[in-house]
């Protein structure tokens, strides 16, 4: 039984076929590391898991309500207090107590502070803290290290390791070393879109071209 | 073969390159042929000669409408469909709908000086018209001002099936608002009302006239919007290369 | 839901928010008039009606933008499409959010605004009538506006353009409520319309602006 089952999934990026013919799996426990050069379609790849967008060819199969995605913004109000923007977004994924996620971020003695006023690494630290309080099997995560320390980064492979161990699953595209040794690595180099001839276009770009 | 085959663009570039010149040609004559025999008419007993920018002004007032009604079906055929020859379509249409607007809403002014004593009234038809126009900006600045060609053809799809619910929940909320002075329709069914055939035939030809200048604008603009979408098909593939 | 309401007007409401901004607008506005038109009551009270229904409507364009784009901004949009909350849902409750910080307050502030401008008081219930049918229209009407603009440069002139005609219906409708009021006519005819608008957009309006939502999303 896996969490998240991508067959021959082709996905789209400015109206071009970025990625085509990529297929895993991840089961409960798996990490999957996503690798390969700038602008390849890593992003693409991991909203369309999360369905933010269509993908242009394959299947997901996926479990509704299964995904907790994180990228680069992290969704946090300034005016609002740490505690505040956390129970916030505990509230819409029904999740519980924020608690044990504050802890494991080490964001405790912030907890009142007004997120304006932490540092770019406290706040990449919370939006992190709200991937577990989503209570979300899958953990899709779009460069979760940048601005991190490396104490940080330690904590939050932890963090991994530890949903990982609840049966939990991750999907991310990654540079650094996250000291997962178990993750497996998917590199997109081999699976660049080739042009040509399409059965359906993936958008204006391709339609004309 | 079905008529969806058309969405294709290479397959639409060659049919409607066998169709425009006819469909110019078609234009030329009927336009230039229907504003000359409507000049030629005698004058009216009441209206005199003003009645004559009736040849202008009522197939200008019925493309203004009708390409809006083309709008709404193509930009539901690519929402449905995703034939993008379709949004283009729509896109090309819209300009040339705003003009007809312009036309209509002028010639209507310069037509209600002698008639009614003034330029602008605000009487249910012209209104309808203005709001008509200020959706067709609407539609075109929204076009202008995305830039992913799939996201625009979208969002604008969505606009105007939107638009055209309010521009006609406008239409009958503008009725409610001023009844008006404006004469009912030029061209109507119910015998008695109907104008002397003097005026009708050439304003039949005016109309089909108008109908091909607007199927060879829009063909013409379309065709145009197709090469543009190509050389930014190939320059994006070449960046990404 | 309630989570999301409750943090928009928390947000609306603190330093930075905005809140209030929409009815000093509509003040400043109603007391531009007379300095156009003269103080006359006999030049005010005819088109009272009318420069507080434009009044409220243009007050309430103005923070529209604020709907989605910082949302969109901060990442929270991509967040709360991937919630269990459907995104028709976020829509109306963020239109919701929209009326009580933009639409409430212009109600309130109306009458007073109406006895700036001589409106008869007779026609003082017509307009809270008339405002409370038909702002909610409005906001939800922004926010499919707002929704399909979001992630522009230079949204907030086109949002303008585009909202605007959309809300001709509503406008003539709520004037007219207060205008017959004000005669001491009918008002049954125009209520039933103006309600009729607000209902449809409420009913319907969220799926076009969550449509719109997604296209930006992508």
Not at chain 2, 141 to 164: F, I, K, N, Q, R
Not at chain 3, 151 to 171: A, E, N, Q
Request: include cysteine.
């Amino acid at each position: 039984m896996s969490l998240l089952a991508v067959h021959d999934l082709a996905v789209a990026r400015g109206g071009l076929r970025a990625v085509e013919g990529v297929s895993f799996s991840l089961a409960p426990g798996q990490a999957l590391i996503l690798r390969g050069p700038n602008g390849i379609g890593k992003t693409t790849l991991l909203r369309t898991v999360a369905g933010l967008q269509p993908p242009v060819a394959g299947r997901i199969e996926l479990a509704e309500d299964a995904v907790a995605y994180a990228a680069h913004a992290d969704g946090l109000k300034g005016a609002l207090s740490v505690t505040e923007n956390l129970r916030f977004w505990a509230a819409v994924f029904g999740g519980g107590d924020i608690g044990p996620a504050l802890a494991a971020m080490d964001l405790t003695h912030l907890a009142d502070r007004p997120a304006a006023a932490l540092s770019a690494g406290q706040k990449r630290r919370l939006g992190l803290a709200r991937l577990l309080v989503t209570r979300r099997p899958l953990w899709v995560l779009d460069e979760p290290t940048v601005s991190l320390d490396a104490e940080s980064v330690a904590r939050f492979g932890t963090a991994i390791r530890a949903h990982l161990g609840q049966g939990g699953a991750a999907l991310m595209a990654t540079h650094i070393d996250l000291g997962l040794a178990e993750a497996r690595v998917l590199d997109l180099a081999g699976y660049r879109a080739k042009a040509g001839q399409q059965v359906r276009p993936a958008g204006f770009n391709e339609a004309f071209a | 073969m079905s008529i969806w085959e058309y969405a294709n663009p290479v397959k639409f570039m060659r049919l409607s390159g066998a169709v425009l010149p006819y469909a110019v040609a078609g234009a030329a004559i009927c336009t230039i042929g229907g504003l000359v025999w409507g000049f030629l008419t005698p004058q009216d007993y009441k209206q005199g000669a003003t009645v004559k920018i009736v040849f202008l002004h009522v197939p200008a007032a019925m493309m203004a409408i009708n390409i809006w009604v083309m709008m709404l079906a193509a930009s539901l055929i690519w929402l449905i469909r995703r034939h993008h020859v379709s949004a283009l379509a729509a896109r090309a249409a819209a300009p040339i709908g705003a003009v007809m607007t312009l036309i209509a809403l002028a010639t209507g002014a310069i037509w209600g000086q002698p008639m009614w004593g003034t330029w602008w009234e605000w009487d249910p038809r012209l209104t309808s018209f203005l709001i008509l126009l200020l959706f067709y900006i609407g539609y075109m600045a929204l076009w202008a001002a995305v830039e992913d060609p799939d996201s625009a053809a979208d969002l604008t799809g969505v606009l105007c099936l939107v638009g055209s619910v309010f521009a006609l929940l406008s239409r009958y909320a503008v009725l409610f608002w001023n009844q008006g002075l404006h004469q009912g329709a030029s061209l109507s069914v119910a015998p008695g009302e109907r104008m002397s055939a003097v005026y009708r035939y050439p304003l039949y030809l005016s109309m089909l006239g108008f109908f091909l200048l607007f199927l060879a604008l829009l063909l013409i603009r379309t065709r145009t919007e197709v090469r543009r979408r190509r050389l930014a098909a190939l320059q994006a593939r070449e960046t990404r290369a | 839901m309630l989570a999301l309401l409750k943090r928009d007007l928390a947000l609306a409401t603190r330093a930075g928010g905005g809140f209030g901004l929409g009815v000093a607008f509509f003040l400043i506005l109603c007391a531009l008039v007379p300095f156009g038109v003269g103080p006359e009551t006999s030049a005010l009270r005819p088109i009272a009606s009318g420069i507080l229904w434009v009044g409220a409507l243009l007050a309430c364009l103005l923070s529209l933008d604020r709907i989605f784009a910082l949302d969109h901004e901060d990442g929270s949009l991509d967040l709360l499409a991937t919630a269990p909350l459907p995104l028709e849902g976020t829509v109306a409750i963020k239109a919701l959010a929209h009326w009580i910080t933009t639409g409430l307050p212009l109600i309130a502030a109306a009458p007073v605004f109406g006895l700036l401008l001589h409106l008869p008081a007779g026609a003082m219930p017509w307009l809270l009538a008339s405002l409370l049918i038909g702002t909610p229209a409005l906001s939800m009407l922004g926010a499919f506006g707002a929704a399909i603009t979001v992630g522009l440069r230079r949204g907030g002139l086109l949002l303008s353009l585009l909202v605007l005609p959309l809300y001709i219906p509503t406008l003539i409708f709520g004037a007219e409520i207060v205008r017959r009021g004000a005669e001491g006519g009918s008002t049954a005819t125009p209520m039933l319309f103006l309600a009729g608008i607000t209902a449809g957009v409420l009913a319907l309006v969220p799926f076009a602006a969550a449509a719109a939502l997604r296209v930006n999303l992508r």
